[in-house]
């Protein structure tokens, strides 16, 4: 693999092959689409081609499809979608929506399932990118010969206004494999770097109110299986820059978002009856909420965790409620 360095340039992905170039790899391009990789798009225009160009740069024995969400930009980022569409129509399948959705409660994640065909899930971000042209290959390969495993992944580089700024988004600890109890309680995974499997819950009542929606989707896998990670993948690119979702979060709002995680994921866990998991969760609420008070007033810690502490405040009243009416 390629050694990376900080204040390096960063490398690219190749301008893409014809589509008739890449299907030729497939032993049978009319088969089925074996992996759906899933792109969400939202004012991307300045890195969408790199997200493209990553995909379209995969090598497989298999037929695979992309699946591109735009949630009504206000940049470019349609119109080279439908540029790329038009070269590729056979593996990119445009959803370019006229009007925000995510604005209106529904997350990219509710078109683009129900819009693939694919047996194994590969999300990748519009703003993120992929360098190794057997990564597809090779997460499919796994997959399909470890049933035990519900996911994989690997590293990636921090690259920033074209340099490298960090040599791994992993740290050390999270380069490694994890059992599926483990995956449950939390666990640190780059999403754009991942295959799943797409026999999955995608919308418990839950879904729509946990903030950090990977978080939550992770450990949701974990009541499928183990989190493999691939350190023979080429690094993934991380784009760092003010238009990232992450990124453009100052530590308060980062607290906030754990909070409210956290409490739904536990809700979520004792709606299902896992007790063990409810309260782990829980005990995370409780650990962050003192956390925050190092950069947080308690009035401030109220205000970004209003809606949480309401709720929380409505389910002690109807325990109450409960209890009295069994004493009358």
């Not at 607290?255 to 004792?270: E, G, I, P, V």
Request: charged share 25%.
């Amino acid at each position: 693999m390629d050694v990376l360095t900080v204040g390096s340039q960063a490398p690219r992905p190749p301008e893409p092959l014809p589509e008739s170039d890449i299907m030729a790899y497939w032993s049978n391009p009319e088969d089925k689409p074996v992996v759906s990789i899933l792109c969400h798009c939202f004012n991307h225009e300045l890195f969408l081609e790199d997200t493209l160009n990553g995909f379209l740069m995969q090598k497989t024995d298999f037929p695979w499809e992309i699946i591109v969400h735009d949630d009504a930009s206000t940049d470019n980022s349609a119109d080279i979608i439908r540029r790329y569409a038009e070269a590729y129509p056979s593996i990119i399948k445009p959803i370019l929506q006229e009007e925000n959705q995510f604005s209106q409660g529904l997350r990219p994640t509710f078109f683009t399932t129900k819009a693939a065909l694919g047996e194994y899930f590969a999300p990748c971000d519009a703003d993120d990118y992929w360098l190794d042209p057997d990564k597809l290959q090779r997460q499919a390969d796994f997959l399909s010969n470890n049933p035990k495993y519900a996911v994989c992944g690997h590293n990636a580089f921090i690259v920033e206004s074209g340099t490298v700024v960090k040599t791994s988004k992993l740290p050390p600890i999270n380069r490694a494999d994890v059992s599926a109890k483990r995956l449950s309680q939390g666990w640190f995974i780059l999403t754009f770097t991942t295959m799943f499997r797409r026999d999955y819950d995608w919308y418990p009542e839950e879904h729509s109110k946990v903030v950090n929606g990977d978080a939550f989707f992770f450990s949701r896998l974990g009541k499928v299986g183990g989190y493999k990670y691939l350190s023979d993948i080429k690094l993934g690119a991380y784009r760092a820059h003010p238009g990232g979702v992450w990124s453009a979060l100052d530590q308060q709002s980062r607290d906030a978002t754990t909070l409210n995680s956290a409490y739904w994921m536990s809700q979520y866990y004792k709606r299902i009856g896992d007790r063990s998991l409810s309260f782990h969760y829980a005990q995370k609420v409780s650990l962050t909420a003192l956390e925050s008070l190092d950069v947080m007033s308690i009035p401030q810690l109220l205000y970004f965790n209003w809606k949480l502490i309401r709720q929380m405040i409505k389910k002690r009243f109807r325990f109450l409620a409960q209890l009295l009416n069994k004493q009358d």
